[in-house]
């Protein structure tokens, strides 16, 4: 069906005006667990009177903060919200019923909302109350920024985003394990941005004897630290590492299995900032994804992974992955001895290979970010 120039310039007024609110919804990002990040503005006669944000758990909506910022205007407004407005009543009241008191004339919505106790609900009350309502604004950009909260919301377990900085030739370090730095400065302060939007930070133990890291967020105006999670089946992890013992008001947590002995989780666990978590095994290993659902459990919606070789195979071959990110440098190590992205034993068949969609690319300098959802997708 072709559009008509008319219905064209509305297409794309409506995208501009969701995509405000998709901007205001990343100021909540990564905040708001076990809620979305939900951005809303206010729009009377193609200017914006009103804007909104889910700051975090507890707080009024995103559609409640747009309104409130309206006021009066929002009488025969229209209002952009990225995802569809509550029906039931939770620590907040129904969004619905506020935009229904407010006398909104139009709702744009990005996407459905996926929770069992909305799930269309809020667009049938809409509706029924005589608003006017349209769904799939903007939806690809709103489902990419819903993500966390859909992989929770649907399977208790959080997102599992796979980042790493590697080469030109695929390698994460060289045969001696050198890795600082493969990636620039402005690279490097991305991915500090990054942590300051995740819930938690996952590395493995080879990681932490190998670099000592702390894993925390470092920007000028000094972020947010994610939760540390350090898979460690065996405890191998000193009791002097610097992840045990920072100034953060994040936890780190410890996930082991029972070969660990008792003497060490006891010593773990007299350290304040530490949790140990004792999971099950698979092949002797920590099950990653019984560790996921204890995550998923504590309200942990994004995780993104920064671990070596092993840790990455692992959950490859356990399909456990939802989104990479690879930071790729213009550099050359050469041969066949250093350190790829992945260890062990790759798929026989291109037919098995790991697949992205909706891939998007950002410059750093002469550094690249390559980013994409694995295939397949959960749906929204």
């Not at 758990?57 to 559609?63: M, V």
């Not at 985003?161 to 390698?171: E, H, Q, R, V």
């Not at 304040?272 to 459990?297: F, H, I, M, S, Y």
């Not at 195979?313 to 213009?330: G, H, T, W």
Request: glycine share 8%.
């Amino acid at each position: 069906m072709f559009l008509s120039s008319h219905n064209v310039h509305d297409a794309c007024c409506h995208s501009a005006f969701m995509r405000q609110a998709l901007e205001l919804a990343r100021h909540g990002v990564g905040r708001t667990a076990p809620n979305p990040a939900v951005g809303s503005v206010v729009v009377v006669e193609g200017k914006v009177v009103g804007r909104g944000f889910h700051p975090q758990a507890g707080q009024p909506h995103a559609e409640i903060f747009a309104l409130r910022d309206a006021g009066e205007l929002s009488k025969g407004a229209d209002i952009y919200v990225t995802l569809e407005p509550c029906s039931h009543q939770g620590k907040t009241g129904p969004c619905c019923e506020a935009i229904i008191d407010a006398q909104i004339a139009r709702v744009f919505v990005g996407v459905e909302d996926p929770n069992p106790l909305v799930s269309g609900r809020g667009l049938e009350r809409l509706r029924s109350a005589g608003i006017e309502v349209t769904v799939g604004v903007c939806e690809q950009e709103c489902r990419h920024l819903l993500a966390p909260f859909v992989k929770h919301i649907t399977t208790g377990k959080p997102l599992v985003i796979l980042k790493a900085g590697l080469t030109l030739d695929g390698f994460l370090a060289t045969s001696s394990g050198d890795s600082q730095w493969i990636t620039n400065e402005q690279s490097r302060q991305h991915v500090h941005r990054v942590r300051d939007r995740v819930d938690a930070i996952m590395v493995g133990i080879g990681t932490v004897l190998q670099d000592n890291p702390r894993l925390t967020t470092r920007l000028s105006h000094g972020g947010r630290d994610p939760i540390r999670v350090v898979v460690d089946s065996q405890l191998r992890i000193p009791l002097d590492a610097t992840i045990l013992h920072l100034d953060s008001l994040a936890k780190t947590f410890i996930a082991t299995t029972e070969l660990a002995s008792d003497k060490k989780i006891d010593q773990l666990r007299e350290i304040p900032t530490v949790e140990v978590l004792v999971l099950p095994t698979k092949n002797n290993q920590v099950d990653l994804d019984a560790l996921l659902v204890r995550l998923g459990e504590q309200n942990i919606q994004s995780v993104l992974v920064e671990g070596g070789a092993i840790l990455n195979r692992s959950l490859f071959a356990e399909k456990l992955i939802d989104r990479v990110m690879i930071y790729l440098a213009p550099k050359l190590i050469g041969g066949n001895d250093a350190k790829g992205l992945f260890s062990g034993k790759g798929v026989t068949k291109l037919s098995e290979a790991l697949e992205l969609k909706e891939v998007r690319t950002q410059s750093f300098g002469n550094d690249m970010l390559f980013e994409g959802e694995v295939v397949p997708c959960l749906p929204v």
